[in-house]
Structures are given as C-alpha cells and as structure tokens.
C-alpha cells in the first residue's frame, strides 16, 4: 500500500463520507521527502552539540581564572575569554539554530547543506585556534585561524541569502535573517582587519576604541538583530500566540540598524555625542522590539511559559537593562570608561553576556535541542509507536535550577566586576558553573535518546 | 481473508493517539483534523497545523498517514495538509484546554 500524502490539498479522489464540515485546501509549506525528513536536523543538532561543549570548555576557562573580570576589556585574557563565550557558545548556537529555524520560518529549504556542513567544519578548527592566539596574544596565529573562521561565516551568510532569496519572503523575519548574517560577516571580517592592524598598525585609531565598534558590530548588527526577528516567529509558535501588530517589530529592526551605522564608526573615532545619540536610537530599537514582545506574549493562549521561554524573554529584559548601561557609558563626559573598577566597559559586558545573551541563547537551547532530538530519535516514529513530546526529553526541574541560577550568578558578578572584589567574583562564578553544569547534564538527558537503545523501548 | 474497511470513528481514533511534539496533547484535541472521508479502504484525512511555519510539519503529516495505514482494511492514505481556515483557539478541545491550562474563554 503506498502512501498518497501530498504537501498539499488535491480535489476529491472518492466520494466523501466526510466525518467533519470540509475544508478547503489552502497555502501549504514545504514539506520534504522521508529522505528529506530524515536528514532534517542533522546540522543544527551539530551546531548545537558543539556549542554545548564550549559552553563547558567556556565555564572552565572563567572559574580557572575568575580575577580575569576585573581586568580591563582590552586584557588579552577577557579578549580570549570574550571570544569562547561569544563566538564558541553563543554565535555557533545561534548559526546553527539559524539552519533549522530559517527554512521553516520562510516555507523553504536550506539552500546548500554541504556549504552547512563546511561552515561547521571551519567553525570547529577556528574558534579554538582563535581563543588559544588571543590568550598567547599570538597575531600572525589569530589572522590564520580568524581567515578559516571568516570563510565558515561567509559560507553561512552565502547559504542563508540563498535560502531568503529562494524563499521570495520580505518580511520582518526574512529582513532580520539576511541582515543579522550580513553583520556577522562585516563584524568576522573588521575583526580580522583590526587584528593585522595589530601587527602593521595602518590605522591610526585607538586599538581599544576600535575593539569597542567590532564588538558592537557582532552584538547589535548579528545578536540583537536576529532576535528582532526570529523572535516573532518562535514566541507566536510556543505559546499559541500571536504578532497582533508587526509595526513596532519593524521599527526596532530598522532603529537599531540605523543606530549601529552610526555608532560603530562614532565608537572606532571617539565621537562622543555621535556615539550617544547613535546609542539612543539602537535603545528605542530595543525598546520598540521589546513592546512587540510584550504585545505578543499577551496574545498567547498557553498561559504557562515553560523555562526556556522564561530565560528567554528575562534575557530579552536584561539586553534593555544593559542597553541603557551602555548609552549610560556612551554620555559624553560620562566616567565610565576602560580602567578596571567601578561602572566600566567591563560591567557593561557582563550584564550584555551573562545577564543578557546567555539566558536568550540557553532558553533557545533548552526549546531546540530537544525538539531536534525529537525530530531525529521519534519523528520517523510518529504514528507506528507510542512517542513523546519534545519537551518531555529534558527534566523541567533541572532546567529550572539550571537557568535559575545562571541568572542568579550575574548580581555577584556584576558587583565584583565593579568593586574588585575577588570573593563576589568566584561566588558569580561558582554559581554560574553550577548552572552551566546542571545545564549540560540536562542536555546531556535530551541528547541521550538519539542512541536507538533508548528510542526502542518509546 | 480480507479485512472491513475501518469507518471514519476508528480513523480518528487512531489519530488521536499522536501528540503534538510541542504541547503533548493528541493532534485531534488540538483541532488538528479537519475532515476524515473513507470510502472502501481509501481514508482521505484533512489536517492543519498550529501555525504554517511549524517545523514538525512533515513528522506531523507523515505520522498521521502511519497511524490510519495501521488500521486493518486500509489500501491507501491520502493526508492533506491545509491552511485554511486558519487554524485556531476556538479548534481546541476541553481536553486540550484543560492540559494547556487555557481559559473556556480563550
């Protein structure tokens, strides 16, 4: 007997006995082969394994050496340490959450899965050759690695402009996907200029200062743009809700891109009142995108927000919190500035990193791996056997100590970073390596049932 | 020996023992189904999804044609996947309500 489902609807086959009042076939999204399907989720679940491993490694790293944060920013220590949390943990979550979410956001497919699987390839070789050379303060090793990292990011931004493109959408979302991968390829590749600019000095600008817009850059031009998009595709989805007014989501987008292209070259030149009125366009970006936020969470039908969404939308509050931080930072004639102590770049980053990436990114991770692991251990399943919801792979306590002490560690760090107090550094930390750790045993219990012993018995 | 064609009852129970991936409730108390038409062994099912850009789509539309494929007396499965009407809250059960923690209201 073969099986006759279709992407879409088809007229009538047989005169109908219908059980239900008809309906009428409409718009149907792509629906792959059970080939197709079966390949789906490889690559993200990839990314996804690999950024849980630096999550680890990146921990490591920072309870090794908690006195680090009271450095300042331009410590060749905070950069390598910056650079594992950054780019191991966070853009290699967020590339890879990008292969699964940008096909099924636009109704298309990826349009390369090879250049996919190159970019992890690159992605995996770079970034600790990159970390390993900012700790050594190794140039010529950074600009060889740097060159492998840049060629992944630009095979990812190549993949995911083809797959917009081949998708015909323009809205929001699709606006947000090709910007966010053409910021993070610009911010990979500046990086790289101002690294050899290290070496041959052709610039003749603040390095520090130049450090500062590239940082920018990868933070407003990739993060902060993704979110602004990506976000009202999977709130809308996990909660039963929906966008009720796309207005608000499309100001912030374009307020903070108009924002960055001013305060990235404001930051590199020291233009002090360019860079806060810049500062305050990217915030109204945020406050604009977090009022669409709040609009859409009202319209949802599941009242009840599981963690992950819970650590997502607090992460969201505290990218505003540390938002008003930086253009705090950006007043002319503000104190704050590159010396270690009191309200500095270094609080800034880490309300930006822990208070604010981590939580969006590890809420992400706890609602997609799961649910990758899902589509690869039951999906094939759905239908012959029993099987389980996504969520039901992962222990919703242990997500809960998990994230909830994640953000519990950011008071103390803060509060160290500011005072200079080792003794409420390594409580921050302790705490947040306690998370992590829960965290990752968590994931650890989700990736476990791709074995097939454990799908068997589902 | 052949076996009786199942009627529609049977094809929906036999789907309403798939859960939806993201809530954990059967895909019949989510509204899912929209229609089930049998005529002599051939079963047509009509179903939607909470939302076009659902990732789980192909899992969802596949899984439904193993679940009525299973059905003994069944020779062909023709699963539609369909947008419209749209689906939404009002699709929902009391059971899916209650397992949402939704209000009757909503």
Sequence with gaps: MNALSKPTAVGSLFSPARAKSPAAAGHAPVIGSSSSLAAQGRLPLAFMGLALAWLGAATVMLVASPGVLALSHGAPAVVALAHAWVLGVFVTAATGAVYQIAPVALGTTLWSERYGWWHFALQAVSIPGMVWAFSRWDMALLGHFGTAFALGIGLFATNTWKTVRRSGCRDAVAWSLILSSGWLLLTVLVGLVFGANRFWRFIPLDPLALLRAHAHLGLIGFFLTLFQGVTFRLVPMFTLGDVPDWRPVRAGLWLSQLGLLGLAPALAWRAEFAAAASGALVLAGIIASSRALHQTLATRKKRILDPGLRAFVSGSVMLL?????????????????????????????????????????????????PFLTWMRAYGPKVGRVPTPAAGA???????????????????????????????????????????????LVNQWGVLRHLRPASTATS | MNAIPPDAAAVWQALAT?????????????????????????????MTLTTPACPSAGWMQQGAANAVRQLPGVDAVQVDLVFEPRWNAKMLSVIAREQLGIAAEA
């Excluded at chain 1, 500035?337 to 809420?363: K, Q």
């Design chain 1, 393 to 439: 792979l992962s222990n919703p306590r242990l997500e809960s100590s998990a994230l909830g002490l994640q953000a519990l560690a950011v008071a103390p760090l803060v509060w160290g970073v500011w005072t200079r107090n080792s003794v409420w550094l390594g409580a921050g930390t302790w705490l947040l390596a306690t998370g992590v750790g829960l965290f």
């Design chain 1, 321 to 369: 919190i540390a938002a008003l931080a930086g253009c705090a930072l950006l007043w002319p004639g503000s104190r704050g500035g590159s010396a270690p102590g009191g309200f500095n770049a270094m609080v800034y980053g880490v309300l930006v990193v822990m208070g604010g990436l981590l939580p969006v990114i590890a809420g992400m991770m706890c609602k997609i791996v």
């Design chain 2, 18 to 46: 798939i859960p939806d991936p993201e809530f954990g409730v059967s895909i019949v108390d989510l509204g899912l189904i929209y229609s089930v038409e049998c005529d002599a062994g051939r079963v047509r099912v009509a």
